[in-house]
């Protein structure tokens, strides 16, 4: 679900409806906190774009960006599958 | 999963983990925001105890308990599926 | 602290952490569910960014954009004293 | 804002409404997975009861109570200010 584009790892996810969606990015936050690497991330109604770089490495996708998307994609399953 | 117990409905929960029952509260949060219905909960680590009553009705069990009821334990499905 | 750009009202924050950043918008985020009326809006750690426009008028903005915008600026307060 | 009682140190916080006792609580949320220590927490409507023992240490009052505490005396501020 997440691919690279230019110097991001982005990930697109669409929800139920506004609620779903806000309910998985307060998960999102919680792994995003407990591993100090805070996603870029846009959202409008049920849609979530997470875009994940290394700030510290000069804004290119490093191996930090790869943990947190396959947590990211963890937990959106569950969230989708309603 | 909601009982009568005494002048409540009551709903009892256990989840994967302490944000798994977060983010279900924050879904459940909009839900009684939406409904001007708010419950008495408990929450520690994963387990999440909902009371309901209708303090306009003198804290008598009634159908707003009962709908708001119904729409928790349809909301809760998917955190309890993982 | 909102700006009409383009066919958005825009408005920028910055708080103290991301925690706060997000707990900000997770009261915004009852307001928008209140009001039916859901902002684009993107963090990265302590930065917000809220563009407001109303779909249903061919994304221009509207009263109902400048009424969420008020709403926001409102709630805003108490986050940016710290 | 915390005391002694029974086995607990106990917190009680009244706020303006629901919505700013939940974005207190998600704040609070995320300092208590930082620490992993979760509070035994009640919130109805405006209000919310914080709990705090240490399971670990056979649900007595320790440091660890006392820190968490700390943290969310501090964090409380601004909720309580408006």
Chains 1, 2, 3, 4 share one sequence.
Do not use: C, S
């Not at 139920?16 to 969606?21: E, G, K, L, S």
């Not at 792994?31 to 690497?37: K, P, T, V, Y």
């Not at 991330?41 to 790869?66: C, F, M, P, R, S």
Request: hydrophobic letters at 45%; a negative charge.
């Amino acid at each position: 679900m997440f691919k690279p584009e230019d110097n991001f790892l982005v990930g697109r996810f669409q929800f139920a409806d506004f609620r779903t969606a806000w309910a998985f990015m307060t998960e999102v936050a919680f792994e995003a906190e407990a591993q100090q690497h805070h996603p870029n991330w846009e959202n409008v109604y049920n849609q979530v774009v997470i875009k994940l770089t290394t700030h510290d490495a000069g804004n290119t996708v490093t191996e930090k960006d790869y943990a947190l998307a396959a947590a990211i994609v963890k937990m959106a399953q569950k969230y989708l599958k309603v």
